[in-house]
Structures are given as C-alpha cells and as structure tokens.
C-alpha cells in the first residue's frame, strides 16, 4: 500500500463531505457515495470522483471511511459494500452510531471480511471544525494493522486520540457527548436565567472571560443565543439520538440530568426544532416560560 492511499467516502452530509473535500485538497484520489448524489456534486470539479453505489465507490480504496446517519443506515451501507472491498482495506466508521451497532458491525468484518481491518473512529468535533480539519479522531482498532491510515487522519483532523481495541472509541465519544449535551442544557438555562435578571449573553461572557468556566465552546454557543439564528453545527435530532445512545449503552451508571435531557429534547424536537443547532433549546425553554 503506498504512502498516500485511495479513499472512499461513504455519506457525503456535513461531516463526510467536507473530510472528503479536505482528502482531496490534501492530494488523495478519492471517491464518495451519498444516497442524494446531489451532495458531492460541488466537489468534482476539485477531483473527487462520484460513485453511483456503495460498492462502486469501494471497489479501488485502501481506505473506505464511513459517515453516515445512524446505526441503521451505516449497518445497511457496509453490508452492501462489503463484498466489493479489496483485500486488506481497511475500513473506517467514524459516524456516532452507539455500543450495539459497532460491536455487531466488528463481529460481521471478523467473520465474513477478516482481511479487512475494521477501525472504530467516531469524531470530536462539529461541521465548521471538520471543514477546517480542526476535529479530533477518536480511534481504536488494530493500529499496527492499519498503519496506512494515518496520513488519512492527519488530512482531516488536529489528531488523532488512539484508545485501544475496536470498540473503546464508540464508548468514549458517548461519553465526550454526553459531557458536551450536559453543558449545552445547563448553558441555555443559564442564559435563559441571566435573561429573565436583565443580563445579556455578552454580559455573560464577559464574566466567564479570562477564567476556568470560559469554554471556547460556549461562546459560540452564546452568540447563536445572542443572534438568534442557529445554523446548525450539529442538529438537535442528531444530539439527542446520541443522548439516547448513550443512556441505553451506560446501563449501570446513574444518569438523571440525560434522562432529563432526553425527555426536554425529544418535547423541542417534537415541537419542530430539530433541524437547528442544539443550543436553540435556550429558544425552546425561553419560549415556554414566556
């Protein structure tokens, strides 16, 4: 396998189309599928290459990266895929699928595809941070193995955090999502309270400034509230599909505030804002306390 290897790009949405605009910035030939093929169509005049099925865009990579949906999507994707894939790629999951899904994904390549290397790699990061390459992998899998993956990695991303066997990474995105979910819920509560005191987002800010709490994170976060336009970084159905992921894999922890969260945001999802960023829960909540 050279240096540089073929790529492939199962699911060209926000994530997936801009590590496949970066791989092919970075010099790596590279082809992609999208269920719409309409997503990737901006990105061939650079060089990608836009395949009419899964198993089309497999068929030539050393590298087949996955970033899809959900757990469904992803499980129906690579089983059609798999049986097109060259002997000894390595494949990729990156989406947040859950603890079920990818364990049932690394039995299925164990016994029907053992020349593939199955790596675990769901990402830290959102929509602008991936198109800029700032996301941080969070990979577990046979490194050794899949050594020639690496460059692959360094196209998209700041870094790469390696955890251990195939497995570990789903478990700890779970958990860095649940973190950030928790401190997405308790900001827009606290601005909604510094609203209702006569402070604004910027006078909240300017306090958490310069000190511990100041999460760069949330001041983003506090200007969509400030704005109040909520383009989303990551949709709020997605932040609560992960939410419900993480309270069905963590079945011996005590987990209230996510419970809570769950019920909050399945009421906001349901009331028509789950299509915007995750922080317009702070409109959500406003809104219901008048």
């Not at 650079?46 to 089309?56: I, N």
């Amino acid at each position: 396998m050279t240096q540089r290897p073929t790529v492939a790009v199962l699911g060209l949405g926000a994530m997936g189309h801009a590590f496949a605009a970066n791989l092919v910035k970075n010099g790596f030939t590279t082809s992609g599928w999208n269920r719409t093929k309409a997503r990737g169509e901006d990105l061939q005049g650079a060089g990608l290459k836009l395949a009419d099925s899964p198993e089309q865009a497999v068929e030539q990579a050393d590298v087949v990266i996955a970033m899809l949906a959900d757990a469904q999507t992803t499980e129906s994707v690579l089983a059609q895929a798999q049986g097109s894939m060259k002997n000894g790629a390595i494949v990729v999951q990156m989406g947040t699928i859950g603890v079920e899904s990818t364990e049932k994904l690394i039995a299925t390549f164990q016994q029907q595809r053992p020349d593939v290397v199955f790596l675990d790699a769901p990402v830290s990061g959102t929509k602008t941070p991936a198109e800029n390459a700032q996301i941080v992998v969070l990979a577990s899998g046979d490194r050794q193995r899949a050594a020639a993956v690496e460059p692959v990695f360094a196209a998209i991303s700041k870094g790469t955090k390696w955890l251990g066997e195939a497995g570990a990474a789903s478990k700890m995105k779970l958990v860095v999502n649940a973190w950030l979910i928790s401190m997405v819920q308790g900001l827009s509560e606290s601005t909604q309270m510094a609203k209702e005191f006569g402070f604004t987002p910027d006078d909240l800010w300017s306090v958490l400034d310069g000190g511990p709490l100041a999460v760069p994170y949330v001041k983003g976060k506090l200007e969509m509230m400030k704005e109040g336009t909520y383009d989303p970084q990551m949709h709020l159905t997605w932040a609560l599909k992960d939410v419900n992921l993480a309270l069905a894999a963590a079945k011996n922890s005590e987990l209230p505030g996510l419970n809570l969260i769950s019920d909050v945001w399945q009421d906001a999802v349901d009331a028509g804002y789950g299509e915007k960023d995750l922080s317009v829960v702070y409109r959500y909540l406003s809104e219901k306390s008048g």
